[in-house]
């Protein structure tokens, strides 16, 4: 499965870096690993939120619209097959081979219009970004300790197969979106004087949560205006926690 991923991140890198050498532009993107399909069969995928353009050595921001699917796509099946051949090693040769003949138009790549709007990306992102395998609308009943569930595929009872590895991250964040990208300050310079006062403006969790979900949580049914007293988590006040914290030497 890291194979995938590294085959995603190299094949997106290299696009924008043939942009131009010099530039080497880099975007940013999301990637995010599905193990099933529809019916639950054993179907691995990966799902891509990429910026529409990149950063490079010299230019803050240079947009990327088009985008080569036909590229994509031979690109993606080479990129996946060295990866794969490098992990499993000479034993995988055969089935290499056979793949290149007997799918000479690439991998399939599924790539989906500008989702620009803002209410059409958080759908997209709310419906894929940490999709559990069982839906709820699935489980038919919970006892306490054991979920009855229904689904199409009746081969096996078994949905072990989709559980992934202790510590096997399957959402990844790459190039500008990474943490502490080395152009992200560069990036934050683009940003107008105007924007950047409205961001701190609006960087309060109050503030945050209005605009994100367009209801004020301090604003009572009463009209008045409740005042936050004590933030507690799992039952414990947070000041507690913080104190216990810092008498164990914690920072």
């Keep these: 499965m890291g194979c995938l991923f590294h085959s995603v991140r190299d094949v997106l890198l290299r696009m924008f870096a043939k942009l131009n050498k010099s530039e080497n532009f880099t975007p940013g993107f999301i990637c995010v690993l599905h193990t099933f399909g529809r019916s639950l069969q054993w179907n691995p995928h990966i799902h891509v939120i990429i910026s529409e353009g990149g950063v490079g050595n010299n230019t803050v921001w240079r947009p990327v619209k088009h985008f080569n699917y036909t590229l994509l796509r031979n690109s993606f099946r080479t990129a996946l097959l060295n990866n794969l051949e490098r992990h499993i090693g000479e034993s995988f040769k055969k089935t290499k081979s056979y793949i290149y003949k007997n799918c000479p138009n690439g991998f399939y790549v599924y790539a989906k219009p500008s989702l620009c709007d803002n209410k059409e990306v958080i759908k997209y992102i709310g419906r894929y970004l940490g999709r559990p ?106 000041i507690e926690k913080y104190r216990k914290l810092y008498e164990k030497g914690g920072t």
């Design 133 to 238: 395998v069982i839906a709820t609308s699935r489980i038919i009943k919970y006892d306490g300790e054991f979920v009855t569930f229904k689904y199409n595929r009746h081969e096996d009872n078994k949905l072990i197969i989709h559980i992934p590895e202790k510590h096997f991250k399957m959402i990844r964040y790459y190039g500008v979106y990474a943490k502490h990208h080395k152009y992200s300050d560069k990036l934050f310079m683009s940003v107008s004087k105007q924007q950047k006062e409205f961001i701190m403006k609006t960087s309060n969790w109050r503030t945050s949560l209005l605009i994100s979900l367009g209801y004020d949580p301090l604003w009572c049914d009463c009209g008045h205006t409740m005042s936050v007293l004590e933030i507690c988590h799992k039952g414990t006040p947070l």
